[in-house]
């Protein structure tokens, strides 16, 4: 709210603020959203009742607590003629009051040790996903027992005119991804939460799912959701920089769209195992790696490759120098700078696109192609 717009409401007469309150009443919850939600599983709805159960007992407790108070103030003042009890100690009111707290307590915890013994309860999960965080993108590994493992990077993908103020900012801006994490509908997910770099934390409140992800550590948590609908989240630990350009989307589908899902995403692995064997021409290592550059390295390096919070790669020595030395910056990256290690986010393919394109656009022309075979050979040695 803007300064003007503040000063106005403190000068504002009652009964306008009062007007002002029931318009906002009266407009629903996107204005005057200030509970929790229950969310869209069985243990948010959990969460969401002992959060009512518990604020009620408070509320229950502070009219009482306040209510004796000023019944005392009022009642009981020296201008009604009213005399001072001379008692100094009471062994009933003193048992009263250790006594109804206690039991108070009790009340109190066995709902809530319920509800914290099922939010830790992550065995018989129907399926397991990998989820490590990076700054500033999700990967996410699907795990199952037959070892056909699939895995991909969600990135955020809203458009740098948005971020940079050229053109209107979206419905959903900042809360979108080139490639959201699947789900099944009814069915126990259990997430491992790690991090490849610093501590990040997986935050999607409508699968009451909240979870650090801490580098060399591997935490649990789990959701069953049981509503079909794209659900977001970010993450909820300050990471960097760019902390607020990493988003979670989950799109939660039925069985048999999981499954079209799943299949499709295996095709795509298997057909860049197929792509790892071939040469490639220069037309065709360009136009792959310049969509490369787009999802992984336009942030940093801008889109002209003029630089900004990374280098500039137009007329870089790195881009111009020799390309041993360039495929090494790109898999390995550079530590101390904001430079990271791509290596094991970009497969062999999209890397030897991505250094081929880095190395013949933004009028640098150098002409050499990488191919994936080069990639491949220079991890290995």
């Not at 009652?14 to 002002?20: D, E, G, K, Q, T």
């Not at 939600?37 to 709805?45: I, R």
């Not at 201008?79 to 109804?100: C, D, M, N, Q, Y």
Request: charge should be negative; aromatic fraction near 10%; glycine fraction near 10%.
């Amino acid at each position: 709210m803007c300064f003007k717009a503040k000063r106005l409401l403190r000068l504002a007469p009652a009964p306008v603020l009062m007007f002002l309150s029931a318009a906002a009443l009266a407009a629903g919850g996107e204005v005057n959203q200030m509970n929790m939600s229950p969310g869209v599983t069985e243990l948010g709805g959990e969460i969401y009742n002992l959060h009512m159960l518990i604020l009620w007992i408070c509320v229950v407790i502070g009219a009482g607590v306040f209510g004796v108070m000023f019944y005392s103030i009022i009642y009981h003042r020296k201008s009604r003629g009213v005399t001072p009890a001379t008692f100094h100690e009471s062994t009933k009111v003193e048992i009263l009051w250790t006594v109804v707290p206690f039991l108070i307590l009790i009340g109190m915890a066995f709902p809530a040790t319920s509800t914290l013994l099922e939010l830790y309860d992550t065995e018989d999960a129907d399926l397991d996903i990998l989820v490590t965080g990076y700054q500033w993108k999700w990967k996410y590994e699907y795990i199952n027992e037959e070892g056909e493992n699939i895995s991909f990077f969600s990135n955020l993908r809203t458009d740098q005119s948005e971020i940079y103020n050229t053109a209107e900012k979206g419905e959903h801006y900042l809360l979108e991804v080139d490639q959201p994490l699947v789900l099944p509908a009814g069915k126990k997910v259990r997430f491992l939460v790690t991090a490849n770099d610093v501590i990040h934390s997986w935050w999607v409140p409508e699968l009451a799912v909240k979870k650090d992800a801490i580098p060399g550590f591997i935490n649990e948590t789990w959701a069953r959701t049981t509503e079909q609908g794209i659900y977001r989240g970010q993450c909820a630990e300050l990471c960097g920089k760019d902390h607020g350009f990493m988003p979670i989307v989950v799109n939660v589908v039925s069985e048999e769209e999981y499954g079209e899902w799943m299949a499709t995403k295996q095709a795509e692995a298997a057909e860049i195992s197929e792509l790892m064997a071939q040469t490639f021409s220069m037309d065709e290592l360009m136009e792959r790696g310049k969509g490369v550059y787009s999802r992984s390295c336009l942030a940093c390096h801008g889109p002209n490759g003029e630089g900004g919070v990374g280098t500039a790669i137009a007329g870089s020595p790195v881009a111009t120098g020799e390309v041993d030395a360039h495929l090494d910056v790109g898999i390995n990256g550079v530590p101390g700078t904001a430079m990271q290690a791509f290596g094991g986010q970009l497969n062999d393919v999209d890397m030897a696109a991505v250094i081929t394109y880095q190395r013949n656009a933004f009028g640098n022309n150098m002409g050499d192609m990488v191919q994936p075979i080069d990639v491949y050979n220079h991890k290995k040695g």
